[in-house]
């Protein structure tokens, strides 16, 4: 009965490690193909008709470009904490031609948070956006989900955000802007952090490491009764 388990278990942790490595695989080639987006040309956002169908394997990431008009009377301060300290991410509808886009414009800290302390940088009229293509984040935080009703957002939540600035056919997807300055210093763009948890081959040893030590435990089990006449 031991011997059979450890066989079992030498089983289960090989191919427990091989996936590791696969998924380690796959998870190079996700920063290599990222890294590439970042560092491309700006492209156009994808056009409307594409939006119900976007891959976001494929488009998360990738730099875009986009001209509109800023709603300002719409936008959303959403929690954030940066390398520049707390604050909040001031996410802002543009209106283009294709509809209408959020764009995370930067980040203020606490004493800019009120539109009235920064009006230079309040652009008006037609304004080109480059920045990061980024798709919606989830509602809120575990211990702080978004309310919408007291306006106290904590995560980048597209749909609920504009839901609740009343956005008709707003793209399922903001841009984060690049580190083009605004009039004023602020909002401060440019403080993307693109980071990939990439732990795996750690995990692959792990599990490669237990898969021996059950191998060795199958040979000791095997060899007396092996001995016995």
Known sequence: MLLALCLLCFLLFTALGVWQVERREWKLDLIARVNARVAA??????????????DPAEIEYRRVRVTGVFLHERETLVDALTERGPGSWVLTPLQTTAGIILVNRGFVPPERRPASTREPGQLQGPVTVT??????????????????????????????ISAARRLRNP???????????????????????????????????????????????????????????
């Open 41 to 54: 040309a700006p492209t156009a956002v994808p056009p409307p008709s594409a939006w119900p169908n976007l």
């Open 171 to 229: 793209a399922p997807f903001f841009i984060d802007a690049d580190a083009s300055p605004n009039p004023g210093g602020l909002p401060l763009g440019g403080l993307t952090i693109i980071q990939f948890r990439n732990t795996h081959l750690v995990y692959a040893l792990t599990w490669f490491a237990l898969a021996v030590l059950c191998a060795a435990g199958v040979v000791l089990l095997r060899k007396p009764a092996q001995d016995q006449p």
């Open 131 to 160: 920045g990061l293509l980024r798709l919606s984040e989830l509602k809120g935080r575990i211990l702080r989900p978004n309310d919408p009703a007291q306006n106290r957002w904590y995560s980048r939540d597209v749909a609920a």
